[in-house]
């Protein structure tokens, strides 16, 4: 029989499939999940029907303990203990893309995996992969791959960017499967024709700016080269041409 759960105890959220395992089976659960108000977790969206009970994913780091067996082992062992005791945990990180990534349409990802476990993705930042890659004692490098993704942003003419992306992860499917794990939302971080109209009317008035500035020197320039090319001659001609009337006097009193 199904459990009936009240809407107002329930949250209804999504899961890339790097929290969850389902109970029974203890395998990893991507989709949308009801949190109730006790703290238990269920799959699905329908409180009136809610799918198999979810648990969260007990962590796979060990732990070092303080009781008294440990200690007789920590001294036994104390070379390996310290180096252990100094590695830290991989962070998790989920940088966005930056104006300049917007502008050209796409940016990097980047992401590790445990080596033994093919589901177990977490994203990381450029700064931790690139210490992952060069082998920093700072992490246990050993228990991790790490690979990146092109990301795309915006729409091309004959592609969505959902479509650009499903096709990068297909792509990489054979050295990372279940990739699609991580990166379920292949339009995350797109970048609307409203956005991209909004980004352009704010770059604007600098770009006016920047172009009237830019003819002002032309016509001054321009002005200059006039004045130079300005003989004596000339100005002995203009001269006599206003005093024999052929040229009009025009009185200036601003010049």
Known sequence: MKRYIPKSKVSILQTPGNKFVIALTNQPYQGSYMELSDGSYFAGNNPQNPG?????????NIAFGIDINNNKYNILKKPIYNNFSK???????????????????????????????????????????????SQDP??????????????????????????????????????????????GDSSEYKITILEKMSQSIRKAPTLTKHLKERITQEQKAARQKEIASVTQEDINKAIKDLESGKTPYIYNPGF
């Open 52 to 60: 198999e009970e979810l648990i969260i994913k007990k962590p796979l």
């Open 87 to 133: 590695i830290t945990s991989i962070p998790v990180s989920k940088p966005k893309p930056t104006a300049k990534d917007y502008d050209r349409g796409y940016f990097t990802r980047y992401f590790c995996k445990r080596a033994n476990n093919q589901f177990d993705y977490i994203e990381i930042d450029k700064k931790t992969y690139g210490a992952l890659v």
């Open 138 to 183: 700072k992490y246990d490098f050993n228990l991790y791959e790490v690979g990146n993704i092109k990301w795309a942003l915006s729409d091309t003419p004959n592609h969505t960017v959902g479509q650009i992306n499903k096709k990068n992860i297909k792509q990489k499917a054979n050295i990372w499967p279940f990739l699609i794990i991580l990166f």
